[in-house]
């Protein structure tokens, strides 16, 4: 079992900077794919981000794709998500997942969840 809390979400402007963080119970993060995904009011969940278990491997959205990066510290059991220039679309609920296999995009193949934090940016 393994518990995610997720922190560092705001109220923001366009153009601004967040770091979010999301922290991970149990002595095994390392062997775990770790992704972000963002709900936003009215929409579907959308993948952000994922990183492989080492962090040699990221993988992003098109629509993040050189504003945001994704990172781990697996000695902290911490995943991080920089975003950078962000954007009023940007807006939403922000939620880290865990799986044990490889990365894919698809929320439905990860295994544990954390609550969301939310992300707000103003224009």
């Known amino acids: 079992q393994v518990q995610l809390v997720e922190s560092g979400g705001g109220l923001v402007q366009a153009g601004g900077s967040l770091r979010l963080s999301c922290a991970a119970s149990?002595?095994?993060?390392?062997?775990?794919?770790m992704g972000w995904f963002r709900q936003a009011p009215g929409k579907e969940r959308e993948f952000v981000a994922a990183?492989?278990?080492?962090?040699?491997?990221?993988y992003y959205a098109d629509s993040v794709k050189g504003r945001f990066t994704i990172s781990r510290d697996n000695a902290k059991n911490t995943v991080y998500l920089q975003m950078n220039s962000l954007k009023p679309g940007d807006t939403g609920v922000y939620y880290c997942?865990?799986?044990?296999?490889?990365?894919?995009?698809?929320?439905?193949?990860?295994?544990?969840w954390g609550r969301g934090a939310q992300v707000t940016v103003a224009s």
């Open positions: 149990g002595r095994t993060f390392s062997s775990y794919v």
């Open positions: 997942a865990a799986r044990r296999r490889g990365v894919t995009m698809t929320g439905d193949s990860y295994d544990y």
């Open positions: 990183i492989s278990w080492s962090g040699g491997g990221t």
